[in-house]
């Protein structure tokens, strides 16, 4: 593709502004579109790039956590979001916080000293017709675009609603308590174990949960957030609002799942099913839940079998919008039906500030190498960025929902180094270790 064409990115968040600084760092003009001041959203409050509205937080900073891989691997790439964070740090132990004020004012002025940075602040309604275009226009995206959107992908392939039930580290499950096995051994091959595995509940423990349950503090919806209770997506509270028992008619039902060993029946069940080929995550079934985050750890965990169970994810219902990227996107993020058409950012089914400014970064990459004629250059599944992009290209369509970078999306680490079991710690440090020298290799094709 010709050098003079144009390259047009749609929204000014993490993953516009990194895209659009990685293809200028490269030598190539951008447009960047922000419509905020001029149409502003009921989440933002000023006109600035990249601006973080939800925490300041970048989460975990280390290698011992797949969040602090993903920042050191952007760090490799001259990431603008990241040694701008580094540059706005705020004491916060072990995570990476920053001044939101001085963060978001620094990355507009990086931007908009850029002479092949072109900052435009209007509203873009329709995707241009020219050039290559980047939508990276975030869960907030305005209703003119929305519709745009919706044209082109198709109105069933693009969401306004995320329920999301929690997800959890297969390993931190208690096994001696809960077991694998599916409702009346239904489509069970001999010899192999059920697709869910089961938490059960003696009647005691089951109306100590829902009262619990019920008790928690929960957080409100936000004016902006008009979401309806769906049936098939209800929030296990609104449930047992309706009655004490229809948890337990519902998502919580025990009839079929007596144990496969001793033939016990239960008086409830919470089931989790494999969320990834590995089976090293699985999520609650039908436990989307507003319960605020540190409530859903203290209620969740005193499901028996999860009482040490760590979360890699923790149940929402909120409106957002994203695409369904792994039968609209390429690798790359193209759009497969019109490649010149990419999208980054949460609008592609990533979670986090981080994760939404590593898909801008790599959108920008991709960019430069197909303005100079070339197939984008996708990285290796072992690296973060990698599995985020696996995550959203490959992911099986009617499982797909948005999602943070996590070790459950990376390859695994051996048990035990010979005689020696690895802590998880080491197993993890062993897995980032080979990203980074992934990336490192792939970084200099």
Known sequence: MSQQQTIHIIGAGLAGSEAAWQLAKQGFAVNLYEMRPTRMTPAH??????????????????????????????????????????????PAGGAMAVDRELFSSTVTQKLENEPLITLIKEEVTEIPKDGIVLIASGPLTSDALYQSIQQLTGEEHLSFFDAIAPVVDAETVNMDIAYWKSRYDKNVVEGEDGDYLNCPMNEEQYKTFIQELLNAEYMAFKDFEDVPFFDGCMPIEVMAERGIDTPRFGPMKPVGLEHPETGEEFYAVVQLRQDNRAKSLLNIVGFQTKMKYSEQLRVFRMIPGLEEAEFFKLGSLHRNTFIKSPLLLDKSLRLKKEPRIMFAGQITGVEGYVESASMGLMAGRFIADIMRGHEPNIPPEDTAMGALLGHISGTHISSFQPMNINFGLLPTAPKRDGKKRLKK???????????????AAWKNI
């Open 425 to 439: 710690s080491e197993r993890r440090r062993l897995v980032s270790d080979k990203a980074l020298a992934s990336l």
């Open 45 to 90: 409050k000023t006109d600035k790039c990249a601006e973080l509205v939800c925490s300041n937080s970048f989460r975990a900073d280390n290698l011992e956590n797949a969040v602090g891989l993903l920042h050191e691997e952007m760090r490799q790439l001259d990431s603008l979001i990241m040694f701008t964070g580094d540059a706005c740090k705020v």
